[in-house]
């Protein structure tokens, strides 16, 4: 199989690591997706990852009324490494190699992120996974994925969501909801659909960055994706 990009950007949900334990880690999942990923450097394609947080902490969600909301969000940037962490020994175990760059210094851990260092290990064949999000608060790690899939000049940002496509309502809900096979930045704006927060999703629009929104619980999606067969749904700029 060819695939269809070059560079990527995979955005993979926190909670979708920890497979139907909801919290945690699910280590048989992580493995499945971390081969996966490998099969994806094989064909030759640089992969940045960028993982959520929310199956030990959401900011915003679980700190809200308890404690300040920057404190609340940099607990949530620590979740995200730790998730880091963990795929990147999965894709280690899956015979790939992974590099781990954190968008706040911690350099006992992970290398801080640069732009330069970042590409370096792309074109390396490294897999990179960015951790802490955008490094402030009031970001979500959405917002991050957009972010570094623009500053690394992603040809695609693949995200990796609980839900098979884009609907005009929650499906779950709604069985009348409308899916999705491609949406523009703009209807998505719109009709205030719920892909992603408002800032990742402008940001998106603004940079004329291609998105594919598809299920992770069947990893083989993302291969899927990168060889041009249609899943999930595909955001354009216009």
Sequence with gaps: MKPEYKRVLIKVSGEALAGEKKTGLDFDFIGRVSRTIKQCVDMGVQVGVVVGGGNFWRGVKDGGGHMERSRADHMGMLATVMNCLALAEGINQAGG??????????PKIAEPYTYAGAVEHLE???????????????????????????????????????????????????????????????????????????????????????????????????????TGEKVGTVVKES
Excluded at 97 to 106: C, I, K, N
Excluded at 130 to 150: I, N, Q, R
Excluded at 213 to 221: A, R, T
């Design 97 to 106: 190699s992974a590099a781990v760059l954190t968008a706040v210094d911690m």
């Design 124 to 226: 390396k064949g490294d897999v990179v996974i960015f951790g802490c999000g955008t490094g402030s608060p009031y970001f979500s790690t959405d917002t991050g994925a957009v972010l570094k899939a623009v500053e690394i000049h992603a040809d695609m940002l693949l995200l990796a969501k609980n839900v098979d496509a884009i609907y005009s309502d929650d499906p779950a809900k709604n069985p009348e909801a409308v899916r999705y096979d491609e949406i523009t930045y703009q209807e998505i704006l719109t009709k205030r659909l719920a892909v992603m927060d408002l800032t990742a999703t402008s940001l998106a629009a603004e940079n004329g960055l291609p998105l594919m929104l598809f299920e992770v619980k069947q990893p083989e999606n993302i291969l899927k994706a990168l």
